[in-house]
């Protein structure tokens, strides 16, 4: 079963930025598309970046701002976030793309607020 570990979540004021990063087990890393989602509170989750096939994208409301990348050889996937606002505030997961695998990590908590 694929293990998925989120880290680099914070506490930021608007418009500073976090790096998160999530790595991967398992020998299959590199077949798959990876996605980045997030929780809000009282929200469904949603998805707010892939990356599938050397192709990214973006939902609309982190277009421009948030940039997603991947190491194959680190099996790890990550989410720069620049100009954070406090709408980003969510726990953040990543999952592979687009089927999810059933388990998911314990995600990372971000929250943009001054």
């Known amino acids: 079963q694929v293990q998925l570990v989120e880290s680099g979540g914070g506490l930021v004021q608007p418009g500073g930025s976090l790096r998160l990063s999530c790595a991967a087990s398992g020998s299959t890393f590199s077949l798959y598309g990876m996605g980045w989602y997030r929780q809000a509170p009282g929200k469904q989750r949603e998805l707010v970046a892939s990356?599938?096939?050397?192709?990214?994208n973006y939902a609309d409301s982190v277009k421009g701002r948030f940039s997603i990348s991947r190491d194959n050889a680190k099996n790890t996937v990550y989410l720069q976030m620049n100009s954070l606002k406090p709408e980003d505030t969510a726990v953040y997961y990543c999952?592979?793309?687009?089927?999810?695998?059933?388990?998911w990590g314990q995600g990372t908590q971000v929250t943009v607020s001054s």
């Open positions: 999952n592979r793309f687009p089927i999810s695998y059933s388990n």
């Open positions: 990356i599938s096939g050397g192709r990214t």
